[in-house]
């Protein structure tokens, strides 16, 4: 029977194989759990933790939310009342612009990956916390956020970005918080209008559900999965279209590996039962369980990049996980 460090030792022989040169990453919010930010999906994330109750809106909104909580982020909703959307992401959105969350083990894996072999050809991150881009060494055209990014800001309406401080200054004055963290919040919301039009449809540079995702998200992928050799999938549900369509427009000969807490992805075509003892002979797709912090930490290990981790860049739930590592050695 294969054991989870026999798995992980089998993918690092692939990484640093001759027969590896691309490597493409798609990563949901599981890669930023250690950060301390939730995971919208799983139990104690937004989605689950959702009170309509406590959110501006009117009836018809409120029923929408409670039978759907990713109403919250849809167009469908804030076209007409942008208070559900910065009322949740109020603390978020402050949050971002005190630098309140740092990268994980599983981001500075991408970093690592691309300083020590230059086989990095993409991170495609479904997640708005900006993190990726904490990872310095990671060229800025390699990330690609799929689903837009929290850390600027821009009206829905006429497509004008606002300074992202001004705008934070904004929600803190205007938007009340539904979570009762910040004494100095107002008691009721009132607009955040664009400097540009004057139409209360300001957010972070998201994209909505119901909403267009970047064209650099297609530009992108056309480019990369024709020719990809290793797609890591990181910390999602692979529930969201069409990010999760990486998964089958990856080249057929391509290695699937998938790190997550739950097996997922069968709908995609993955298929974890195929014959093969590793992932480095032949075997394509490979399920390696476990959060992506410590799933990510024995690859670096695998792969002999252990001291390579700073400690000072990590969350300290990470840092722990490596001070314990280097004690283990």
Same mark, same amino acid.
């Given at each position: 029977?294969?054991?989870?460090?026999?798995?992980?030792?089998?993918?690092?022989?692939?990484?640093?194989?001759?027969?590896?040169?691309?490597?493409?990453?798609?990563?949901?919010?599981?890669?930023?759990?250690?950060?301390?930010?939730?995971?919208?999906?799983?139990?104690?994330?937004?989605?689950?933790?959702?009170?309509?109750?406590?959110?501006?809106?009117?009836?018809?909104?409120?029923?929408?939310?409670?039978?759907?909580?990713?109403?919250?982020?849809?167009?469908?909703?804030?076209?007409?009342?942008?208070?559900?959307?910065?009322?949740?992401?109020?603390?978020?959105?402050?949050?971002?612009?005190?630098?309140?969350?740092?990268?994980?083990?599983?981001?500075?894996?991408?970093?690592?990956?691309?300083?020590?072999?230059?086989?990095?050809?993409?991170?495609?991150?479904?997640?708005?916390?900006?993190?990726?881009?904490?990872?310095?060494?990671?060229?800025?055209?390699?990330?690609?956020?799929?689903?837009?990014?929290?850390?600027?800001?821009?009206?829905?309406?006429?497509?004008?970005?606002?300074?992202?401080?001004?705008?934070?200054?904004?929600?803190?004055?205007?938007?009340?918080?539904?979570?009762?963290?910040?004494?100095?919040?107002?008691?009721?919301?009132?607009?955040?209008?664009?400097?540009?039009?004057?139409?209360?449809?300001?957010?972070?540079?998201?994209?909505?559900?119901?909403?267009?995702?970047?064209?650099?998200?297609?530009?992108?992928?056309?480019?990369?999965?024709?020719?990809?050799?290793? @797609?890591?999938?990181?910390?999602?549900? !692979?529930?969201?279209?069409?990010?999760?369509? $990486? /998964?089958?427009? &990856?080249? #057929? =000969?391509?290695?699937?590996?998938?790190?997550?807490?739950?097996?997922?992805?069968?709908?995609?075509?993955?298929?974890?039962?195929?014959?093969?003892?590793?992932?480095?002979?032949?075997?394509?797709?490979?399920?390696?369980?476990?959060?992506?912090?410590?799933?990510?930490?024995?690859?670096?290990?695998?792969?002999?990049? @252990?001291?390579?981790?700073?400690?000072? !860049?990590?969350?300290?739930?990470?840092?722990? $996980? /490596?001070?314990? &590592?280097? #004690? =283990?050695?």
């Amino acid at each position: 029977m294969r054991t989870l460090q026999v798995d992980i030792a089998s993918l690092a022989r692939y990484i640093l194989s001759s027969d590896c040169q691309s490597i493409a990453l798609l990563t949901g919010a599981g890669v930023s759990v250690a950060s301390g930010i939730p995971d919208f999906r799983s139990p104690g994330g937004m989605y689950d933790t959702l009170k309509p109750e406590l959110i501006t809106c009117n009836k018809y909104e409120r029923i929408l939310m409670e039978q759907d909580p990713t109403y919250v982020v849809s167009w469908d909703i804030f076209a007409t009342n942008a208070f559900p959307y910065l009322e949740v992401r109020r603390p978020f959105i402050l949050g971002t612009r005190k630098h309140q969350w740092k990268a994980t083990i599983a981001h500075r894996f991408a970093e690592l990956l691309h300083t020590k072999t230059h086989k990095l050809t993409r991170v495609y991150t479904q997640n708005i916390d900006g993190l990726d881009r904490q990872c310095e060494e990671i060229p800025d055209e390699k990330i690609v956020n799929v689903h837009g990014s929290i850390s600027k800001a821009s009206c829905e309406g006429c497509g004008s970005e606002m300074e992202f401080d001004a705008f934070c200054d904004e929600v803190s004055k205007n938007i009340k918080d539904i979570y009762k963290l910040d004494p100095q919040a107002p008691k009721a919301s009132s607009h955040v209008f664009c400097p540009s039009c004057q139409k209360p449809l300001v957010k972070p540079s998201t994209v909505l559900f119901g909403r267009n995702l970047p064209e650099e998200f297609w530009t992108r992928a056309q480019e990369d999965m024709p020719s990809v050799d290793l @797609l890591i999938v990181a910390g999602t549900s !692979l529930v969201v279209a069409p990010a999760n369509r $990486l /998964v089958y427009n &990856a080249d #057929e =000969n391509a290695k699937r590996v998938v790190i997550n807490l739950d097996p997922v992805g069968a709908e995609l075509g993955l298929d974890y039962s195929s014959s093969g003892t590793s992932i480095d002979s032949n075997r394509r797709d490979l399920f390696l369980q476990g959060n992506c912090d410590e799933v990510f930490l024995s690859l670096i290990q695998s792969l002999g990049w @252990l001291d390579d981790l700073k400690l000072d !860049l990590l969350p300290e739930s990470s840092a722990k $996980l /490596v001070r314990e &590592a280097r #004690e =283990n050695k």
